[in-house]
């Protein structure tokens, strides 16, 4: 999947998370955006006891941490690098979890905020299904994250749709939303086995490569 251009856009400012696009109007008028470096979480399930339970962390280094997160983190300047990549590549270095060599991954991925009319700011949640423990983390040398035990899906399912929760409040919204349309029942059938889609997420192509 490549990214997509537009002969009128240019670039005259590119920064390690910003940069700045002029793109010209047929009508000649030369509109000025902000794009920031996408972001991804995810929510990653795993089996426990015949159960479904979901990947959580807590970032010691990020506010003094002590709080359940899902994994994590930036991705790359919209149609530049593939959300779903970013996800399981974060996912395997901060918890050590991930699909092994010849697996299926079996991941759906969706858009959760995009940011104003001017400030280009995508945020993706990638919803990845039965991943393994492949090893230890891979930290990089200023990250302190603690992989916590699995939760039982169905209880984080019920603690963000209560509104019992520490994660982004774009993730929490979403899935009260979701739950509106799909019932809880089919919500935890969405989350742990890819049924009934929800609609009111804009649903991405996984693609797996990085595109740069």
Not at 181 to 208: A, C, M, R, V
């Amino acid at each position: 999947m490549a990214a997509e251009t537009d002969a009128r856009a240019s670039y005259p400012f590119t920064g390690g998370l910003f940069r700045v696009r002029l793109e010209r109007q047929p009508s000649g008028a030369l509109y000025e955006y902000v794009e920031r470096v996408g972001a991804v979480i995810v929510l990653a399930t795993t089996e426990v006891d015949f159960e479904s339970h979901v990947i959580t962390i807590n970032n010691k280094g990020k506010d003094g941490g002590g709080q359940i997160e899902l994994p994590g983190g930036n991705s790359g300047f919209r149609g530049t690098v593939s959300p779903a990549y970013t996800g399981l590549r974060e996912l395997r270095e901060e918890t050590g979890y991930g699909y092994a060599p010849g697996d299926e991954p079996d991941i759906s991925v969706l858009a959760l905020k995009d940011g104003s009319r001017s400030i280009d700011y995508p945020r993706d949640l990638v919803v990845a299904r039965n991943v393994q423990r492949l090893g230890e983390q891979q930290l990089d040398g200023d990250e302190d994250i603690e992989v916590l035990p699995p939760v039982s899906t169905r209880r984080l399912i019920r603690e963000i749709t209560h509104g019992e929760t520490t994660l982004p409040a774009e993730v929490a919204v979403g899935f009260m939303i979701a739950k509106n349309e799909l019932g809880y029942s089919g919500l935890i059938d969405w989350i742990t086995k890819g049924e009934g889609e929800p609609q009111i997420f804009e649903s991405f192509d996984p693609w797996l490569t990085p595109h740069n």
